[in-house]
């Protein structure tokens, strides 16, 4: 059951009826030490996105300073995350907002090595740039989930129906063809669970990498390749995760990605690893298997964790008096 605001402060909070107005400026102006005031939700306004002057002043009127604990929202110029820094001094983070880029900045900076990252998910192509970035600042790669079968597509093997994007089997090969410069490590399954079907009920069998068959399609990792990633990882001081390995949302193909997380987890909680999981399907698989607990830091923040670990300014980050 949620629980309200009242119920996790232990206190009244007020709702105001706008966020910004006469209204919200009296509400505010009657307040007493400690009350507790949220305001309607900005983005009922389009000048929020758009970070509107005379909607940010208005905004940013009623208050003395400004707290940006929204990791989420901060790689958004908006008028709530960038636009009210302007007005309101000072500006600074929350203890969320400064963990988070604690965790995912300097771990990648000044983390533990070996430094793995995991990427996953069903599309390379929404994360080459992520990919990229973290071949140059970790030490190996493990590649997961439907982006997988672009990269055998690139390597010259057979991928049945499985979800290939075929504009980007160049950039694959480009990718692999980095690694290999660098002197790293990008390890793919060696063995896949395959399905006739995308669907819970669907056939399934246990195959190599490379023996896919036509009408086939891969859709989670197999139990060798997840021994392999256990033995990948066994030496790791910090761990990435952002997606999952495999369709974890039905049962006949969850056990790749929960099994990389009970390995992250077990890193963590007995080898002394700093692990981070960032990424919705992540964060999800995650708290799913129960070891959510055992992680060292769980993300709040999807595309906003996203383009930190690609090495992007924030700009809900960068307005603020403590960026540094």
């Not at 307040?31 to 758009?50: C, H, Q």
């Not at 970070?51 to 604990?69: I, Q, R, S």
């Not at 799913?288 to 670990?309: K, N, P, Q, V, Y």
């Amino acid at each position: 059951m949620r629980r309200t605001y009242d119920e996790l402060l232990g206190q009244d909070v007020t709702l105001a009826p706008d966020c910004i107005g006469d209204a919200v400026a009296a509400i505010v102006n009657e307040a007493s030490e400690g009350d507790v005031i949220m305001l309607e939700n900005t983005r009922f306004y389009p000048e929020e996105t758009k970070n509107e002057p005379g909607f940010v002043e208005k905004l940013a009127t009623p208050f003395d300073m400004f707290v940006n604990d929204a990791f989420g929202t901060a790689h958004h110029a908006h008028a709530s995350t960038e636009g009210v820094t302007k007005f309101l001094q000072p500006s600074v983070s929350g203890f969320l907002l400064a963990k988070e880029l604690e965790y995912l900045d300097g771990a990648i900076a000044n983390g533990d090595r070996p430094l793995a990252a995991i990427v996953g998910g069903s599309k390379f192509s929404s994360k080459i740039t992520v990919l990229d970035a973290l071949l140059d600042k970790s030490d190996n790669i493990i590649i997961g989930g439907g982006m997988v079968f672009t990269f055998l597509k690139a390597k010259g093997l057979n991928v049945g129906t499985s979800l290939v994007e075929e504009d980007f089997v160049e950039t694959a090969k480009e990718v692999l063809a980095k690694a290999e410069k660098l002197g790293k490590t990008i390890l793919l399954p060696s063995d896949i669970v395959i399905a006739d079907n995308f669907a819970a009920d669907a056939n399934t069998q246990v195959v190599a990498a490379d023996a896919i068959p036509d009408g086939w399609m891969g859709l989670d990792n197999g139990p060798a390749a997840t021994a392999e990633q256990k033995e990948f990882l066994s030496d790791c001081k910090t761990v990435i995760m952002n997606g999952p390995m495999g369709v974890f949302e039905m049962k006949a193909f969850e056990k790749g990605t929960f099994g990389i997380v009970d390995i992250l987890a077990d890193l963590s909680k007995d080898g002394g690893a700093i692990t981070i999981i960032g990424g919705g399907d992540s964060v999800a698989a995650t708290e799913l298997s129960g070891r959510a607990g055992d992680m060292s830091h769980i993300s709040t923040g999807g595309g906003a964790s996203l383009e930190l670990l690609e090495g992007k300014v924030l700009p809900g980050v960068d307005a603020l008096n403590d960026k540094e």
